[in-house]
């Protein structure tokens, strides 16, 4: 333990002499309470860096960091305000001691001093009574350096305030419980990111990263966040890294030449670089002496507004410059204290004792007063996170010290009791309230910037706003876009497709595909699949490349149309005509006229025609069930009674005069139990019997189909499957019109009076015909046209008996009433006998 101790106390001895402040320095400022800067005056890129034992890297030969200088005399004019202020911490004096960490292990030496007391740092199990020099930090700048200061700190709780690293590692509470910071994480960059390039429809971009955990970091941050937003990135490059002298070697020029190569190959115009700034100074360089133009550039919040890569005028030639950094808050009075050192001249000569490399800048001044104009007009963004962070600790040191309008207690602080007193802070600061949220980040809105060159307005204009509280990018202004006409540059690796075309992929990104239409009948709904276009719904349809299905337009047979007129008309005068008849055989019903066309049989005939008459209408308008019903049993039952009893009269014709006389007694039988009712009504049975087992095997509820022809039609029926029992049922009325048509060509003979042949040949042969040329019909064709075939075969029959049938005998009885007399068949029959003798 002894020599554990000395080497601890032999280090801290090497750290008073490294780090003791050189007097007249702009890197201390002596107060009741000390706070710690680490800021990074001048900046090594991140590349292999050899160094000697035990030996501290010399800043000042490393390039110098103009925003760096910016930020530690941020911290100098907060804490002179604080000073001057009477209100916030009175009689106390707030001092603070800065420390340039121009590399990583710059950070570890700044630290362990912060950390001792009297240039010692004791072994001690309980350091709750411990007092450091400081009593916080602020700073430092890249992610890196701040896990390395915050292992430390965290070990005695001692309060850390970062201004510009935004690792989302940093929001680990349970690694960095001692860490807080006022810029958003590097998940809130990014998601402005995205939204920026959603807003603008680009989906084909190229993603730079530098060679270091930050460009890993958040390169990987954005493939991740991109995954599920339909932006794809056409290829990732790690850049080299530069040499701390910025000398580009061989293998860098031509690592940079590849790059720069495949950015002009490749179709995106989009590219998205995360790097620190020194590391881009090469690289444009090369991307300038290529002639690489037409391009979007979107800085990360590292190199947003670097006002030396700004300084590159050329750049202008190369696209459109966007970067994502803090919002920006000008700080009254900053702006003549930072310039008021070059006015007075350089600072008088230093004191060689304690002066060190980390805390000297000989060259800061004249470096950053050349670049004040940007410093001035960008709008002092990052300067306002330190300059919050140094209140956030003066409010903090308010509460704990109780502090009221006159003085504070001025007791020892001890850095865990200061940190839960940073927690707490909730105050408004030039117009922004600044507090820390769980993870112990302030949320602090960003911008969207776009770089110009113009110095008589902001190099870094605002043209968007990101609000963390919300994940929202919002107030989107104009920009002024480095193309013809000032048009947004288009960077897809395919077109959009156009509404109603679904996307086929092509290759492996999902960006990248090919626009095919939405067949008739189909539809692309976007929300659910951009890849698949959905079928539609059997009531509805859809024309090629549409979004949504539109109802089909039902069919079925209207009165306004004219085949429907006409056969009305038909049916209209069937059934006056039949009506007529009716009369006529009623008043005449004893003569023999009406007694040799059947008697009491006629008006069996008569009165079902009517009733099919009547039925005809049920075939116009939407179908229903009833209607239905009435189709597939009214009319059938109707017509086979018709039918059935010409059937039973021409063979009963026959054999009065053929069969009477062979076979008398199976004529006696035939009369005497009324042979021709007994056989209509076995047929009329038989008919219902296969009308009713129809039913029971079909509904008789009306369905819809697609129009074969016309898919945007919706055919309104009967139910087809009702087709095969409708042939059935067919068939048996063809059988009854063949038989009677036989026996009427059998009796073709007979006397002219009783001689019925004739009409009940021409009634069977046009029932037949149509009824067979219907059924061929219903097999090749479907719809409305069916229907309107069969109403018109329909009425057709039925003119066909009432009027084939019916008709000669009315014109006989009003006509040529001498022969509807009995003597006159008298004489015909006997007429008729002696020929046959």
Request: charged share 15%; net charge neutral.
């Amino acid at each position: 333990m002894g020599t554990l101790v000395r080497t601890v106390c032999s280090l801290f001895l090497l750290l008073q002499v490294l780090t003791e402040p050189a007097e007249n320095s702009d890197f201390y400022l002596a107060g009741d309470y000390l706070l710690g800067g680490l800021f990074t005056l001048h900046a090594n890129v991140k590349g292999t860096v050899h160094l000697n034992f035990l030996q501290v890297p010399k800043c000042k030969e490393y390039e110098m960091k103009v925003l760096g200088y910016n930020l530690m005399q941020a911290m100098r004019f907060a804490v002179e305000e604080i000073n001057n202020q009477s209100s916030l911490l009175p009689g106390v004096l707030l001092g603070y001691e800065m420390v340039d960490v121009c590399y990583t292990s710059n950070n570890v030496q700044p630290v362990l001093y912060f950390l001792a007391q009297d240039y010692l740092l004791p072994i001690q199990e309980d350091y709750s009574h411990y007092v450091p020099r400081v009593v916080a930090v602020i700073g430092p700048e890249n992610s890196e350096s701040v896990m390395t200061v915050a292992n430390f700190l965290s070990l005695l709780l001692l309060p850390q305030i970062t201004y510009s690293a935004i690792s989302d590692q940093l929001r680990d509470k349970q690694r960095f419980p001692a860490l807080l910071r006022t810029m958003p994480s590097a998940d809130h960059h990014v998601e402005a990111i995205a939204q920026l390039m959603l807003h603008f429809g680009w989906n084909w971009i190229v993603v730079l990263v530098s060679s270091d955990d930050y460009g890993r970091d958040n390169g990987q941050r954005l493939n991740e966040r991109l995954a599920g937003r339909d932006i794809c990135i056409a290829f990732q490059e790690a850049l080299p890294t530069p040499q701390p002298n910025q000398v580009m070697t061989a293998d860098e020029r031509e690592r940079l030449g590849a790059i720069v190569d495949k950015l002009q190959q490749s179709t995106a115009r989009v590219v998205v670089v995360f790097s620190p700034d020194l590391a881009l100074h090469n690289f444009f360089r090369e991307v300038l002496r290529r002639n690489f133009t037409g391009a979007v550039w979107i800085a990360s919040e590292s190199w947003a507004i670097d006002p030396v890569l700004h300084n590159f005028t050329e750049l202008h030639r190369t696209g459109t410059f966007l970067g994502v950094t803090t919002k920006s808050v000008p700080i009254p009075g900053f702006s003549e204290f930072r310039v008021r050192r070059w006015q007075a001249g350089p600072p008088p000569g230093r004191s060689n004792r304690g002066s060190t490399c980390n805390q000297e800048c000989d060259d800061c001044f004249n470096t950053t007063e050349s670049f004040n104009t940007i410093l001035t007009l960008s709008g002092e963004r990052v300067v306002y996170s330190v300059y919050a962070a140094v209140y956030a600790m003066a409010h903090a040191l308010h509460s704990l010290l109780g502090c009221g309008d006159t003085g504070c207690t001025k007791e020892v602080v001890y850095p865990w009791k200061l940190l839960k007193e940073v927690w707490k802070v909730n105050f408004t600061l030039l117009g922004h309230q600044i507090f820390f949220d769980q993870q112990g980040d302030m949320p602090m809105p960003l911008e969207i910037i776009q770089w110009q060159w113009d110095l008589s307005q902001s190099p870094f204009q605002s043209v968007a706003s990101y609000y963390p509280m919300q994940r929202q990018l919002k107030d989107i202004h104009d920009i002024s876009w480095h193309t013809p006409n000032n048009t947004v540059p288009m960077s897809m690796c395919s077109k959009q497709c156009q509404s109603g075309q679904r996307k086929k992929p092509v290759g492996v990104h999902p960006c990248c595909f090919e626009c095919i239409d939405c067949l008739p009948g189909t539809f692309l709904n976007q929300a659910a699949d951009e890849y698949d276009c959905q079928p539609c719904p059997s009531n509805k349809w859809s024309h090629r490349k549409d979004t949504s299905c539109f109802k089909r337009r039902l069919a079925f047979l209207e009165w306004h149309e004219a085949p429907t007129i006409i056969v009305a008309l038909l049916a209209a005068l069937g059934f006056l005509s039949t009506l007529a008849i009716l009369v006529i055989f009623w008043r005449h019903f004893q003569t023999p006229m009406v007694r040799s066309a059947g008697g009491p049989m006629c008006f069996l005939m008569l009165m079902p025609l009517l009733l099919a008459y009547m039925v005809v209408p049920v075939y116009v308008g939407p179908p229903t069930v009833s209607t239905c019903l009435c189709r597939q049993t009214l009319f059938p039952v109707c017509f086979t009674i018709c039918i059935s009893c010409i059937t039973v009269r021409s063979f009963q014709i026959v054999c009065i005069f053929k069969m009477a006389s062979r076979l008398p007694r199976a004529y006696s039988y035939w009369a005497h139990y009324h042979g021709p009712y007994v056989s209509v009504a076995f047929i009329t049975a038989l008919k219902v019997a296969i009308v009713v087992g129809n039913l029971l095997t079909t509904s008789p509820s009306p369905t819809t189909r697609a129009d074969p022809d016309d898919p945007q039609i919706m055919i309104l029926s009967c139910n087809p499957n009702f087709r095969g029992g409708l042939l059935f049922s067919t068939g048996l009325d063809l059988a009854l019109s063949v038989v009677g048509f036989s026996f009427a060509y059998t009796g073709k003979e007979l006397p002219t009076n009783y001689n019925e042949a004739k009409f009940i040949t021409l009634s069977m042969t046009i029932y037949f015909t149509s009824s067979v040329s219907l059924c061929t019909f219903m097999s090749v064709y479907s719809g409305v046209l069916v229907t309107i075939m069969d109403l018109s075969v329909t009425v057709l029959n039925l003119l066909a008996i009432s009027l084939g049938y019916f008709g000669p005998k009315c014109y006989m009885i009003l006509f040529y009433p001498e022969r509807n007399t009995q003597a006159y068949f008298n004489t015909m029959i006997q007429g008729y006998t002696m020929r046959k003798d």
